[in-house]
């Protein structure tokens, strides 16, 4: 996403492809949820690597202070835990949304849910299969990532590229392992449970590390690759539900006053039937911003359905917010109270119906579906 940001605003054509159905999976668990995102003190002699130049070019042209210029530009607040290590206070979504809105904003077209298969590099061009179509291009990055944790999308996709094009690879192997220690460290086994600041050294390499678990084998505190299950990863927010017509759970009233950080890292979906309400719902955007929401870019919820073969949602006739959870439902009386309906009228708050998956934090704010409101509108006019 940073190379296809990075390119689109260099003024060139970029198709994104991955065969995800949600952009920056790995990045939503790293660093246990809150990523840590850079390191004040990154420098190339702490990468070791076989060619140690290539840290040192690398970081000469994008240094931790241009990604933290970056964090701060989208608003995201953070904080630093240890040895200039910085995550963001709120979660990883928010450097996901940050990447997404990058890429929005330099033109990039992004392609979701179709993998590439195959890559040929033919008349000067390359040409790629994807999700069944051909696409060429005169340049073409493969960012496939590490194999790890293939359920989120891990292939050795690229590897197989390279290789038939000739390429020697080096093998790849789990850099985030524990350090086993033999049966006969005893002194060990009675430290178990103690975390510690240490400095490790192996052969020429020293470094300092900000906290070492001691754990029995098997319930290591570092996440091993191998091991999905035991990472924390997220509920998957990006498919924000189908609202059916039918009411549902009513809102309950507001008991006690709202907070004004109640919207602080939630994540607010808006919905929209048709590009006629893009701009009311353009204009919601940057409010809920300053509310602390992260506002992923507007979904035209009748293109969506159009691509994926489906029928449209139901919609509501009135403006509506559907809180996934009780925790996210202080943050819709917030909205409501603070922010007019673009179209008018009151908002109406509602959980989301118990038939849906809720995403804890996430909230959908629907723009009315244009007949259902004005069927409304006439009943009420008494037509
Ligand atoms: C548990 C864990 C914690 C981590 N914590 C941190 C941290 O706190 N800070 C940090 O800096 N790094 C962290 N990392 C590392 C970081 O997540 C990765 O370095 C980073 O995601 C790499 O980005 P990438 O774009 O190269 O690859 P990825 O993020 O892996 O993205 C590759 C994409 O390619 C797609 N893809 C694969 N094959 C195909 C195909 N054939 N067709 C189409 N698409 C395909 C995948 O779906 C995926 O979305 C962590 C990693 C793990 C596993």
Known sequence: MMCAATAGARGRRVLLADHADEPGKKILISGGGRCNFTNLHTAADRYLSSNPHFAKSALGRYTPQDFL???????????????????????ARQVVDMLVDECAKAGVTTMLGHAATAIEHRDGCFAVAIGGREYTAPALVLATGGPSIPKLGATGFAYDVARSFGLSIVHPRPALVPFTLG?????????????????????????????????????????????????????????????????????????????PDAC?????????????????????????????AVVPPVEDVLASARAAGRAPPAGYARPTILWHDAGS????????????SPVGGAWQLRALPARLVPTPGTLEVWLPRPDLASAAAGERAGQ
């Open 69 to 91: 210029t970056l964090v701060e530009r989208h608003g995201i607040a953070w904080h630093e835990k240890t040895l200039g290590q910085l995550f963001c206070d709120g979660s």
């Open 183 to 259: 049966a006969d460290e005893a002194l060990f086994r009675s430290l178990s449970g103690v975390s510690a600041e240490v400095e490790v050294h192996w052969q020429k390499v020293r470094f300092r590390e900000a906290a070492v678990v001691v754990a029995p084998e098997g319930e290591g505190a570092l996440p091993a690759p191998s091991a999905p299950s035991a990472m924390p990863v997220p509920a998957s927010p990006s498919s924000p539900s189908w609202a059916p017509a039918p009411p549902t759970a009513a809102a309950p009233p507001a008991p006690e006053p709202v907070s």
């Open 264 to 292: 602080r890292g939630r994540r607010v979906y808006i919905q929209i039937h048709g590009p006629a309400q893009q701009a009311q719902a353009a204009s919601m955007r940057q409010p809920w911003r300053r509310l602390g």
């Open 329 to 340: 439902q202080a943050c819709a009386r917030l909205m409501a109270q603070r922010l007019p």
